[in-house]
């Protein structure tokens, strides 16, 4: 498997580690799952960069990048990847890629930035709703997730950790514009993970489903031999999906 070439550019948010290869537009951006590197995209961005531009960064306190100094809401969160592509000299139009909490932003950079963004792919997404799940976790659950959390208040730049902002995020996408009417592909795990219970995970395969609603270019994809990381388990998925929404988005530019 082909491995990673790795830089670093200085923001005025902190410096950040990105990966930058292919040539042509749109320029396909990967947003990671919540405190994932930018090796979680290894078995896809090598088949991206032989159709368009790709850049696959590591947020504040992930990798190589820089702690964060303040809190990683949905805005600072994009803010950030919108310093990034400006530095990097990359212009629009962008697809964005977002697995898991990625998926939040770029749900919201699609709706603050809605001229700029030609498609978007939700993996496995994070969904606003998605926070009633805890609810149905069961009490053992809720439990090993509060006690995990307590963690993070030890170091320091942890406090600013995104996954403190989940809930703040969920209200900025709501406040925002609407979603664009863009090529939308919605790539599903079809697998429960494990220690979920069936009602939470019903609550995950219709919050799923609700994504179609963004936009009326939406398709749904079902990886059904994966859980949460299709892109690990069914990269050929993942690519296909990809693929078809840099397609259509460039049939919708060239109208």
């Known amino acids: 498997m082909k491995s990673f070439s790795k830089n670093k550019v200085q923001t005025k948010y902190g410096t950040l580690e ?16 919540g405190s994932g590197p930018i090796e979680g995209w290894l078995r896809i961005y090598h088949d991206i960069a032989e159709m368009t531009r790709v850049v696959a960064y590591n947020r504040l306190g992930v ?11 949905g805005r600072a969160v994009v803010n950030t ?8 000299h990359i212009a629009p139009p962008f697809i964005l890629v977002g697995h ?17 963004t030609a498609g978007v792919v939700l993996l ?40 403190h902002y989940v809930e ?20 599903s795990g079809g697998k429960k993970p494990p220690f979920m219970p069936e009602s939470a995970f019903e609550i995950r395969r219709t919050n799923q489903r609700d994504f179609l609603k963004l936009s009326g270019q939406s398709t749904h994809l079902i990886a059904a ?12 998925i993942v690519t296909k999906a990809i693929t078809e929404c840099i397609k259509q988005a460039r049939a919708d530019l060239s109208m």
């Open 18 to 33: 990105y990966s930058l290869s292919g040539a042509g537009s749109p320029t396909v951006v990967l947003i990671n799952g």
């Open 63 to 73: 990798g190589g990048s820089d702690k964060p100094t303040a809190s990683q809401h």
């Open 81 to 88: 990847l919108k310093e990034l592509l400006q530095e990097l």
């Open 100 to 116: 898991s909490l990625g998926g939040l932003y770029a749900n919201l950079f699609a709706r603050l930035y809605p001229g700029q």
């Open 124 to 163: 496995d997404s994070s969904h606003p709703l998605d926070l009633s799940i805890n609810a149905a976790q069961g009490p053992i659950i809720r439990g090993i997730n509060k006690l995990l959390g307590a963690f993070d208040a030890f170091p320091a730049h942890r406090k600013w950790n995104e996954v």
């Open 168 to 187: 703040e995020t969920a209200e900025q996408i709501a406040k925002a514009g609407a979603f664009p009417q863009v090529p939308l592909f919605v790539v």
């Open 225 to 236: 031999g994966s859980g949460h990381f299709p892109q690990f388990s069914e990269p050929d």
